[in-house]
């Protein structure tokens, strides 16, 4: 699945007329992604992204917009609390999340293998974090995890 | 085990062979599996693995000689103060310097280049101008950068052609009676180019400027005789050079050395301090402020002495023979594209997958034991001007066989059947 999403993004284009758009950037390795959002009251409307990046960023932000479109702001921060839980946490944790509750958003809980990727599959939501929640319009990996 | 020359010579064609399966032997960590594949190191111009000579050093050090230097007057620390200053003479004599005043021991070259800079480019001043080329990690960068927002010097970068070449006749024209410092990379780590360093440092001097090697990538692969190049400083990390992390060397002409201030303030770097005034001690403790990193240097000491036993010839035949396969096999591989074929090149092979991010590559790579760097190698100038965001890198070193660029390949072919599937 995270193939199939390199190869064809779902909702890869720009919001012309976005309330909102985050331009994120992974210095390690250049990755870059804008997390474009049109907010309809407090529900995410409609959510894309650009840019360019390696398959777990491109996957992750793909997986990510279908997961919080027609979301509220709360409901796609908690989703973004419990996908980088999975992400980050021992895959024998106690309090891992529950990978079934994530859905589709489940397959990238590999990359907490991989610590060095976790960014990858970070990137786009830490984007999209800012943007619903009127944070800085640029962020980069470097500040947070 | 010993520390014989390694390398047997090959009576019958005058030719020397390398034995790579006796060198192997003395690096313990390359019997790890990675990924239950056999670990095939190919990350060497990030850092190289150790023999276990160097290995036992840091071990006997602390076992048997832990002490702070040049600070006590008991035996132990005479102990540590003789191995550390004993190891000084030893470098001199590895890079052929005249004096061990010479010598200065940083952490990295990262740490020598910020040296060169602070020190030397304090007298700079504005319209003052540093050449620096386009290939040049991060670090051959930053700091001039630095030096000059603080002096209001100019930044000059050398071009370089389409394989990764310095445009030489480019780079003279640069040079101008405004030129003070020419730093410049000795071989690309990105792309492996070899610089012609020679002409760089005849045509600098002859206008009057300094010239500052960054030789990270080129020692641990050959000899450095600094005084037959010619140059006025000379950089280099000697975790790259089968030492341990922690001690790099900066190699520093005398004249210029004995009117640099210095960088650091602190103990050890003192002749006497009072609340008015204090004065500084002499080479090269000046540049050496605070406790550095002992039992790194007691480590290179044993990296250096198993250096010391290469047969050179015979290693950088081994490791092109590597390079040379491996870029012509990857070449073969249809989508698989090589960045940085200059005429001269080290042991280093740059390159993309099309439509397949480096990052991806490199964990492929990885599932497979085979360890490369992916990125921009702390050359985003430089990935910029090949037109990339970012490549794989597979690096060279003594110890690698034509068996791991079997190993390369295959991974190769795993990458690109993943991402066709």
Partial sequence: MILDHNRNPRNFREIPDATRQVFGRNPLCGDEVTVYVKMKGDVIDDVSFGGRGCAISKASASLMTNAVKGKTRQEAHELFDRFHALVTSSPTAADRPDAKALGRLAVLGGVARFPARVKCATLAWHALENAIQGGATEVSTDDQL | ?????????????????????????????????????????????????????????????????NANVH?????????????????????????????????????????????????????????????????????????????????????????????????????????????????????????????????????????????????????????IDVQALGCDFYVCSGHKMYGPTGAGILYGRQELLDRMPPWMGGGDMIESVSFERTTYAGLPARFEAGTPDIAAVAGLSAALDYMSCLDFDALNAHEHSLMVEASERLAEIPGVRLIGTAKEKAAVVSFVVEGVHAHDVASVLDFNGVAVRAGHHCTQPLMRRMGVTATARASFAMYNTHQEVDALIAGLHDVKRVFSS
């Fill in chain 2, 1 to 65: 085990m010993s520390t014989m020359v390694r390398g047997a010579r090959s009576e019958e064609r005058g030719a020397s062979t390398w034995d790579v399966e006796r060198v192997r032997k003395d690096f313990p960590i390359l019997t790890t599996k990675a990924h239950e594949k056999p670990l095939v190191y190919l990350d060497n111009a990030a850092t190289s693995q150790k023999p276990w000579p160097v290995i036992k050093a840091l071990h006997d050090f602390y076992e048997t000689s």
């Fill in chain 2, 71 to 223: 600070r006590g007057v008991h035996w132990l620390s005479e102990k540590a103060t003789a191995l550390y200053e004993g190891t000084r003479e030893k470098v001199r004599a590895y890079f052929n310097a005249n004096s061990t005043k010479e010598i200065i021991y940083t952490h990295g070259t990262t740490e020598g280049i910020n040296l060169v800079a602070n020190s030397y480019g304090a007298s700079l001043v504005a319209g003052d101008e540093i050449i620096i080329s386009e290939l040049e990690h991060h670090s051959n960068i930053v700091p001039w950068q630095m030096l000059c927002e603080r002096t209001g010097a100019r930044l000059r970068v050398a071009p370089i052609d389409d394989d990764g070449q310095l445009l030489f006749d480019a780079f003279e024209q640069l040079l101008t009676d405004r030129t003070r410092i020419v730093a410049m990379a000795h071989v690309s780590n990105s792309l492996g180019s070899v610089l012609p360093v020679r002409e760089v440092i005849q045509k600098a001097h002859a206008a009057g400027a300094v010239v500052m090697l960054d030789g990270a990538q080129r020692a641990p692969h050959h000899r």
